[in-house]
Each structure stands twice: as C-alpha cells, then as structure tokens.
C-alpha cells in the first residue's frame, strides 16, 4: 500500500478520505496517514484523521507521498500546488468505485483529479490537472476540460464543451452542448449557461448571464 494524505481538513477532505476507505474495500491500495492544513493546528484530529502540519510538513518530507488537493475554491488549489516544491510528492486521480466511465479507454486524463461517488463520464473526454468532480454529477460525450476547475454535486456538462482552467461550478448548474468557458469563472448554484462563456466572470440565473467581474 502507498501512502497518501490530504490537502485540507474541511468537509470535503473527509468526504476524500471516506473515498480512500472505498476504494480499499474494493482493492487495498492506500495507507492514508492524516490531513495536510495550514488552518489547524498539527496534532488536531477529525473522525477520519489526525492534522500532521501544513505546507511546511509537505515540503520537507522525506519519503515518497501521494497527495490529493480536495478544495473547493479553484485559485486556492493553483496557489496549493504552485507552492510545493518537493518531488517525492505525487498527485495520483481519486476514482471513488460508483464512478461510471461508459467507454473508460477513450478518456484520458492528467494527474490530481478526483472523482466522488454517482458522477458519470461519457466517451471521448479529454481532463487535464487538478479538477475536482463532486456527487452526482455528469461529463457529456467529447468534453474537454483544463485545470483546477470544481464541479459542485449535480452539475451536468453536455457534450462537445471545452472548459479552460479554475472554473467553479455551483450546486445544479448545467453548461449546455457545443459551448466554450474560458478562466476563472464562477457559476452560480443552479444557472444554466447557454452561451460561450469569457474569463473571470461570476454568472448567474437562467439563462445565465455575467453579472460581475471577478478579481484578479
């Protein structure tokens, strides 16, 4: 079994570590030895774990460590990674066993992506780094997707979409066929995008249209 640990003690890293319990059951591939967390103390515990220290324990570790980065806000995730620095780290995809890939051999995909349990993935899908795929949720036929983008339970992407990178998409929100998102975009929970979408917008309703300019 390798080791693994996750970035971040918060609800969705335990719903990551209840997946690494999963997973197991199906085929012991894991030894999970705590949570990384800048925010909380080393040493605290949750029901799944104890905190084992922060950036700084991720960057001095000795021995090879595979590590999943389970946090919702995408810019936070690109800042994550541009921060470690240590090679023994590996970022290997989380697949919880409900997953359902209708033709897994025409899906290719990068490395630290996580998939929660009911989410459906279609044929010739292209996932690049760091995307993070909650419950119940669907990829349609020939999508395209970049990196650290979060899809939030029940979001629903039809087929022939491209997404770029750190996009966050809300609670039931849906981005029909043939369209184009750009970066660092926010969808609102249950907005429906019916056309391309630029960068570093929030948008919002149904339709949905940009109502505000992201930060920089």
């Known amino acids: 079994m390798k080791d693994i640990a996750i970035y971040g003690a918060g609800g969705y890293g335990r719903e990551v570590a209840c997946i690494i319990r999963r997973i197991n059951e199906v085929n012991a591939e894991w030894n999970f030895i705590g949570f990384i967390d800048d925010g909380v103390a080393a040493g605290d515990s949750t029901e799944y774990g104890k905190v084992l220290g922060g950036m700084g324990f991720i960057n001095s570790y000795v021995e090879e460590l595979a590590l999943v980065i389970p946090i919702g806000n995408p810019s936070v995730i690109q800042k994550i990674i541009d921060a470690i620095d240590n090679d023994l780290i590996s970022y290997p995809n989380i697949v919880d066993p409900d997953v359902f890939f209708l033709d897994s051999n025409s899906v290719k995909m990068g490395k630290g992506n996580v998939f929660s349990p009911k989410t459906l993935v279609s044929c010739n899908v292209v996932i690049g780094d760091f995307n993070l795929f909650n419950m119940n949720g669907g990829i349609g036929h020939d999508v395209t997707i970049g990196n650290c983008n979060t899809f939030m339970p029940n979001v629903n992407i039809s087929g022939g ?51 505000s300019k992201n930060k920089e």
Do not use: E, H, W
């Open 161 to 211: 979409v491209v997404i770029g990178d750190r996009n966050l998409f809300g609670v039931k929100s849906t981005m029909c066929q043939y369209l184009t998102m750009g970066n660092d975009n926010q969808v609102a929970a249950q907005s429906l995008i019916i056309r391309n979408a630029k960068d570093g917008f929030t948008y919002v309703g149904i339709p949905a249209i940009p109502v």
